[in-house]
């Protein structure tokens, strides 16, 4: 008898997982995923990209605005399923849902836990400068990402990656660790639980939009990672002689100068100074604008020229 699960998922990152899930051979008797929302200009309401996928591959769909109403258990037993697979849900799963399926649920998490904690750890990681981050599969307990750990997958983080970068490689690396999880359970190989140490806990709360406002008196190596950061949103916002504008592309180097002020234009690069060293700016955008090189910026504001 094939393994019954019930995937929930909602955004793009927990797409290769759902691909994962059904090339294993495994049973998907439903996807939950969370309710419509208000998109774009119009406010239309548009469906999650699992939901989109699910609806594609002929999977039963459910969109609870709560996980815990007793009719929505009762939906969720009626699947019978062995275990549920959640992959950036982002609804809360009671000890009752957990209760539900005898495997209990595994959620595939995007840090090395326990750091990152919580709905940002891609971006979080970015921010504080670490080295290495990687992806998790964790059996899920009543706590926020506190479970055990059952498998995981390690990356670097480069010099040049942003948050977009960084999200497709984990994301990939996810569906690796869940692939390999349900292997296992298939062929009854024992899944080791690491519990996840007290030690080095930290949060990774939800991005503010208010975070990426650029302050040229701090560091350029701390600009420099909130440009990466919220890349692809919010996208980094700072003031450049007057004008506000978004910057999408960034490097840090060594030029000095006062804070905020643009010292030097060279071929594509608007380099201005900051607290400590420098942010070459790459790539920005004008408000109502599409995303320019720099040096198409520089050419509309000739003042900057240097």
């Known amino acids: ?9 909602t955004p793009e990152f927990a797409l290769p997982c759902l691909s994962a899930v059904l090339a294993s051979g495994v049973d998907c008797v439903a996807v939950y995923t969370q309710p419509d929302r208000p998109a774009g200009r119009g406010r239309q309401l548009q469906s999650s990209p699992v939901k989109q996928r699910a609806l594609a591959a002929g999977l039963s769909v459910e969109q609870p605005q709560s996980l815990r109403d007793s009719a929505v258990q009762a939906g969720l037993r009626a699947y019978a399923p062995d275990l549920l697979v959640v992959v950036a849900y982002g609804l809360i799963l009671p000890p009752a849902v957990l209760a539900i399926p005898p495997l209990g649920g595994w959620n595939v998490h995007a840090s090395l836990l326990p750091r990152w904690r919580g709905a940002a750890p891609i971006q979080r990681a970015i921010l504080a400068g670490d080295a290495q981050t ?3 599969l964790m ?3 009543a706590g926020l990402d506190t479970g055990p750990v059952l498998l995981e997958r390690r990356t670097e983080i480069r010099g040049d990656d942003h948050a977009g ?16 999880g349900l292997a296992k359970l298939q062929r009854g190989e024992p899944l080791p639980a690491r519990r996840q140490s007290e030690v080095g806990v930290c949060h990774a709360p939800k991005l503010e939009k208010s975070e990426a406002l650029l302050d040229w008196r701090e560091p350029s190596i701390r600009l420099d990672r909130k440009v990466r950061a919220f890349n692809p949103w919010p996208v980094a916002e700072a003031e450049i002689a007057g004008e506000r504008v978004r910057i999408h592309a960034a490097e840090p180097v060594g030029t000095d100068g006062p804070p905020g002020e643009p010292v030097r234009h060279h071929r594509s690069r608007l ?36």
């Open 165 to 180: 970068s960084l999200h497709d490689r984990l994301a990939a690396l996810g569906a690796e660790v869940l692939a390999e």
């Open 1 to 9: 008898m094939n393994l019954r699960v019930v995937f929930a998922g």
């Open 134 to 136: 990687g992806v998790g």
């Open 139 to 141: 059996q899920m307990d």
């Open 271 to 306: 380099v201005i100074a900051c607290g400590e060293g420098a942010l070459a700016i790459l790539k920005l955008q004008r408000a109502g604008g599409r995303v320019i090189d720099a040096a198409d910026y520089v050419n509309g504001r000739p003042e900057l020229k240097r």
